[in-house]
C-alpha cells in the first residue's frame, strides 16, 4: 500500500458490513487494511485494492503486528463466554493496539441490542441501556471501554448503535439477517417460517445507509453514541410480504414458537446521527429488499 492518503483499519472487514465499508473506504481515496478472521467473513468479499490479514482479534500479539506495519506503511453455537471475548477482549486489543500505533479515531459497530427491551419506542440515546442478551451486555461494555480511553485522551471514538443491517453478502445461514434468510428460502421456492405471530418488530437498515453514517462518524465529533437505524417498526410479518413482493412468492408463512431472548419491539431514534452527521437513512425497505433479491439471483 502506497502510504501519503488517508488510512484505515476495520476489523471484520470480510464480513458483510464492514465489506461494504471497505468498499467505500476504498471509493473515498483511503488506504484500507482489513483484519479478519474469516469465522465468517469471506475472501471473495474483499477488494483487492485492500491489504487483508487474517488475524484474529482476540490475539494481542500479531494484532499489534498488524497495526504498527499499517502505521509504518505510512512512515509514521455459541460458548456463553464467546461475546465476551470477541467483542470485550478483541475489541479491548484493537483499542490498545490503535492507541499504541498512533490512530487517531476508533469508529465502533456497536448494535441496538444494547437497549434490551426499551421503555419507549422509538428508543433514543438518553435512554438507559439494559441490554437482556450477552451479545448486548458484550457490546455496552465496549462503549464504556472506548469511554475510558477517550476521558483519558488515549483515543478518539464513535459509537453507532446499528439496528437491523440488511443489504447484498449478508449471510443467509446460521445466525444470520432475516431478510437474507427470507430471500434465500423463497427464491429456491421453500416454505418459510416466523418465530413467535408475526408482530414482533424491527428496525431495518439499509447497509448503504450505514456506512454513509459510519463514514460521517470518522469524521465528526468524538465521543458520540448515536442510532443509526430507519426510526420504523417493521414486523416480521410486514417483512415477509416486502421480500415475498420482491421475490414473487406466493405460498404464505409458517409459524413456529417463539425464541428466548428475542426483544418484542425494536425501533431507533435517529435524531442524534441527524443532528450530529446531518445523516438519514434514504433506502426504504421495499427498496432495500429488491436489491437483495436481485443480488441473490445472480
Ligand atoms: N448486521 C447487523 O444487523 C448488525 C446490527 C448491529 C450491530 N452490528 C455489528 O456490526 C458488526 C459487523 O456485523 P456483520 O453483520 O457485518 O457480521 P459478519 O459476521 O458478516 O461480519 C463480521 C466479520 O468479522 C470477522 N470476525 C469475527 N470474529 C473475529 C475475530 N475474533 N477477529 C477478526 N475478525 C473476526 C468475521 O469473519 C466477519 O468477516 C459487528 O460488530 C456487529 O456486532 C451488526
Same mark, same amino acid.
Not at 482479534?57 to 460458548?79: G, T, Y
Not at 448486548?136 to 461494555?141: D, E, F, I, P, V
Not at 416466523?194 to 470518522?218: L, N, Q
Given at each position: 500500500m502506497t502510504g501519503q492518503g488517508p488510512r484505515a483499519l476495520v476489523t471484520g472487514g470480510a464480513g458483510f458490513v464492514g465489506s461494504h465499508l471497505v468498499d467505500r473506504l476504498l471509493a473515498d481515496g483511503y488506504g484500507v487494511c482489513v483484519v479478519d478472521d474469516l469465522s465468517t467473513g469471506s475472501t471473495n468479499?474483499?477488494?483487492?485494492?485492500?491489504?487483508? !490479514?487474517? $488475524?484474529?482479534?482476540? #490475539?494481542?500479539?500479531?494484532? !499489534?503486528?498488524?497495526?504498527?506495519?499499517?502505521?509504518?506503511?505510512?512512515?509514521?453455537?455459541? &460458548?456463553?463466554?464467546?461475546?465476551?471475548r470477541v467483542n470485550v477482549v478483541g475489541g479491548l486489543n484493537?483499542?490498545?493496539a490503535a492507541a499504541a500505533a498512533g490512530a487517531?479515531?476508533?469508529?465502533?459497530?456497536?448494535s441496538a441490542a444494547v437497549y434490551g427491551n426499551p421503555a419507549r419506542i422509538p428508543v433514543s440515546e438518553t435512554e438507559p441501556p439494559r441490554p437482556i442478551s450477552e451479545y448486548?451486555?458484550?457490546?455496552?461494555?465496549f462503549e464504556h471501554y472506548l469511554g475510558a480511553y477517550s476521558a483519558r485522551g488515549l483515543i478518539e471514538y464513535a459509537a453507532l448503535r446499528y439496528a437491523n443491517v440488511y443489504g447484498p453478502r449478508q449471510r443467509s445461514s446460521g445466525e444470520?439477517?432475516? $431478510? *437474507?434468510?427470507?430471500?434465500?428460502?423463497?427464491?429456491?421456492?421453500?416454505?418459510?417460517?416466523?418465530?413467535?405471530?408475526?408482530?414482533?418488530?424491527? #428496525?431495518?437498515?439499509?447497509?448503504? #445507509?450505514?456506512? &454513509?453514517?459510519? $463514514?460521517?462518524?470518522?469524521?465528526?465529533? *468524538?465521543?458520540?453514541?448515536?442510532?443509526v437505524g430507519w426510526g420504523r417498526e417493521v414486523s416480521d410479518l410486514e417483512l415477509f410480504r416486502a421480500v415475498a413482493a420482491a421475490a414473487g412468492y406466493r405460498r404464505q408463512p409458517t409459524y413456529a414458537p417463539?425464541?428466548?431472548?428475542?426483544?418484542?419491539? *425494536?425501533?431507533?431514534?435517529?435524531?442524534?446521527?441527524?443532528?450530529?452527521?446531518?445523516w438519514r437513512p434514504s433506502v426504504p425497505v421495499a427498496d432495500g429488499v429488491r436489491r437483495v433479491v436481485e443480488y441473490a439471483r445472480t
Open positions: 468479499n474483499v477488494s483487492p485494492q485492500a491489504e487483508l !490479514h487474517r $488475524v484474529d482479534i482476540c #490475539d494481542a500479539a500479531p494484532l !499489534h503486528d498488524v497495526a504498527l506495519r499499517f502505521r509504518d506503511v505510512r512512515r509514521s453455537v455459541r &460458548e456463553p463466554d464467546f461475546d465476551a484493537v483499542l490498545r487517531r479515531r476508533l469508529v465502533y459497530a456497536s448486548g451486555a458484550s457490546k455496552l461494555a444470520a439477517g432475516v $431478510v *437474507s434468510i427470507f430471500t434465500r428460502q423463497m427464491i429456491a421456492g421453500e416454505p418459510v417460517t416466523i418465530f413467535g405471530d408475526g408482530s414482533k418488530t424491527r #428496525d431495518y437498515v439499509y447497509v448503504a #445507509d450505514v456506512v &454513509e453514517a459510519t $463514514v460521517r462518524a470518522a469524521a465528526g465529533p *468524538s465521543g458520540v453514541v448515536a442510532n417463539d425464541r428466548r431472548g428475542d426483544v418484542a419491539r *425494536s425501533c431507533l431514534d435517529g435524531a442524534v446521527a441527524q443532528r450530529t452527521w446531518g
